[in-house]
């Protein structure tokens, strides 16, 4: 058929070769060609007979060879407009570029477009050549080109799948429409063109061997899809978020999982008391609670305990949840009585809790009056089990013994964990609820006061800063017991260098100015406790002067907990969290962002004329 069979052609006519048919099993003698097909030419013969094509007779073996050989060598042989032999050609100091793109013109593309792979394999479009003339940056062309020549086997390949597109004969550009042109069409943007160009090769090289190379239109396209790590699709068939795996390998909560999101396998702590006194009223702005300046990053969670909290408690957790805002879902909240908790995390990570679970303890003699007692709220993130409590022991300047039982009665009746597994029960006791984990922090208003005198330390208090926080401290009484050992064995507190938080005139810095004149004091504070010694490292410890709704100032505390891998053998939270909170949350959120560029829009509107 090549020699003597091929029918001669005049120039406007090009024989269009295809890529050989696939033999499913049949005789080799007897296996059709797909016949040669020529541009219609205008003839009055009968309609049907020329729609009728010619099929030749079926030629042998050898023959379907050589056709193939032919086209691997018109592959090879084929030169493009970004290759350097096109480029030497053009610049004058190589041949001529012997292609088909000599006899079929192409209109340039638009600036910055780049090519896409055409549905035919004969035809390749090309990048516009005088980017790369001009010596910018590698264009597509390039990659094209070099793709082409390592992976000529990936061409044929992508070209049983590309090449059942209907072949079109040639086509004048000069008196087709652009419609009717699509072989030769280049797309219009890069909006269009890369993405479609980097999911075939994606797609592509996916399919090859290990022994492949990768391309760097691969790697491109693989970092543009995401910054977060790649899941595997085998993972996510086998991998269920309710039961999970018991094997430290694959699990939920084991290693490979926590070094995705923790490298370091430290995750940052957030937590903070505050003692309302039932005011109605809340800050306009919890910003400087929540978001201190001092800190560059947000926290990965975040505890807040209450003590006798506003009435409308709602109203309190939605505004943690607008200052947050949507990278952060309440996970649990709590009351008891005049006790609020809540725990907010990031939005990505409640898969890796447990079941969050809480009690409480009321230390009243009449046990239905709960402004005094403890709140409890426990949970295991990955493989670390954490315990929260906040406490509001009795007040009074001399009352330390009855602070003292409060603290006893809270270790005995919390009844925690219950449905969650402890993870070390061999190192707990069942008299104290703070060695059954490995992370405790316990905060509120332990109404622990500064002996002295009202004289004594308002003496302090008119030296330099760190001279009389460390001369207020020798009377601190929390700090007196806790040295005898009589309370929070185990604990430590972060170094203090922040004035007293209690007690404050409502509005104003200045302390108790009423006819009690009460001693200003250390009430509000955060301890912490660990099970294994160097996991929970203090960051910052301060108070929020410039939140002046109550006679108590916040105080939280920044710390780095370390975090171990765990097993999946706990009833996880599976992803539960308080979704109507967060909706209205975020919907403050926008509306406060629209009044605030309404204001802002009217103010730049509005001008005022003034005559001197």
């Not at 479009?125 to 000529?152: E, K, N, Y």
């Not at 075939?200 to 396209?221: D, K, N, Q, Y």
């Not at 170094?495 to 104003?508: A, M, N, R, T, V």
């Amino acid at each position: 058929m090549l020699k003597g069979q091929l029918p001669s052609t005049g120039k406007d006519v090009a024989p269009n070769l295809g890529p050989p048919p696939i033999n499913h099993g049949q005789d080799p003698e007897r296996t059709p060609v797909l016949p040669l097909t020529f541009p219609a030419q205008i003839s009055n013969e009968d309609p049907e007979a020329k729609a009728k094509p010619f099929t030749p007779k079926p030629p042998p073996q050898p023959r379907l060879e050589r056709a193939l050989s032919l086209d691997e060598k018109a592959w090879r042989r084929r030169r493009f407009r970004t290759s350097p032999e096109d480029l030497a050609a053009g610049s004058g100091a190589g041949g001529s570029r012997g292609s088909l793109q000599d006899e079929v013109p192409r209109p340039p593309g638009p600036p910055g477009s780049p090519p896409c792979l055409s549905t035919s394999l004969q035809e390749i479009p090309t990048s516009r050549r005088a980017q790369d003339s001009a010596g910018g940056s590698p264009s597509w062309g390039h990659c094209i080109s070099g793709m082409i020549s390592t992976s000529l086997d990936l061409l044929h390949r992508d070209g049983a799948v590309a090449g059942t597109s209907i072949r079109l004969p040639p086509v004048d550009p000069k008196v087709a429409p652009e419609s009717l042109r699509p072989t030769h069409r280049v797309d219009s943007g890069p909006a269009d063109g890369k993405p479609h160009l980097q999911s075939r090769l994606f797609r592509a090289h996916s399919s090859l061997g290990p022994g492949w190379p990768p391309s760097p239109l691969v790697c491109e396209a693989r970092s543009s899809f995401s910054l977060l790590a790649p899941i595997r699709a085998k993972d996510v068939r086998s991998r269920s978020y309710l039961e999970g795996s018991l094997l430290a390998s694959g699990a939920l909560m084991g290693a490979e999982e926590l070094a995705r999101y923790f490298p370091d396998r430290n995750l940052a702590l957030f937590v903070a008391t505050w003692n309302m006194q039932g005011q109605k009223e809340l800050p306009p702005n919890l910003d400087e609670l929540l978001l201190p300046a001092e800190a560059d990053y947000a926290q990965d969670l975040y505890v807040i305990g209450v003590q006798e909290g506003c009435s409308d408690r709602r109203e309190w957790e939605t505004r943690l949840q607008e200052t947050l805002g949507p990278r952060y879902v309440t996970l649990y909240s709590v009351a008891h009585g005049a006790l609020y908790m809540s725990v907010l995390i990031r939005r990505d990570l409640i898969w890796f809790c447990s079941e969050v679970e809480s009690s409480t303890v009321t230390t009243r003699m009449v046990s239905h009056i709960k402004t005094k007692g403890a709140l409890g709220v426990s949970f295991t993130f990955f493989g670390t089990s954490f315990l929260f409590i906040t406490s509001h022991f009795t007040s009074g300047d001399g009352k330390v013994s009855e602070r003292l039982l409060d603290y006893s009665r809270t270790i005995q009746g919390l009844a925690l964990p219950k449905s969650v597994p402890d993870t070390s029960p061999y190192r707990s006791d069942a008299a104290d609820v703070t060695t059954r984990f490995d992370g405790v922090f316990w905060f509120g208003d332990f109404n622990f006061r500064l002996s002295g005198g009202r004289v004594a330390v308002e003496a302090i208090l008119k030296q330099d800063l760190v001279e009389k926080v460390s001369a207020l401290l020798q009377h601190d009484q929390l700090t007196q017991e806790m040295k005898k050992g009589s309370i929070f064995k185990g604990f430590q507190e972060p170094d203090i260098h922040f004035l007293p938080s209690y007690k404050f005139d409502i509005g104003k810095d200045s302390y108790d100015t009423t006819s009690k004149q009460r001693t200003p004091s250390y009430t509000d504070r955060v301890m912490y406790r660990s099970r294994h010694k160097g996991d929970i490292c203090p960051v910052r410890y301060s108070s929020c002067p410039g939140i002046k709704t109550s006679d108590h100032r916040p105080v939280y505390g920044l710390f780095r907990v370390k975090v171990r891998p765990g097993r999946d053998n706990i009833p996880l939270a599976a992803g539960k969290f308080d979704r109507e909170l967060y909706l209205i949350g975020i919907k403050r959120r926008i509306s406060k962002e629209i009044q605030r560029q309404q204001a802002l829009k009217n103010q730049h509107s509005s001008t005022i004329c003034t005559v001197s």
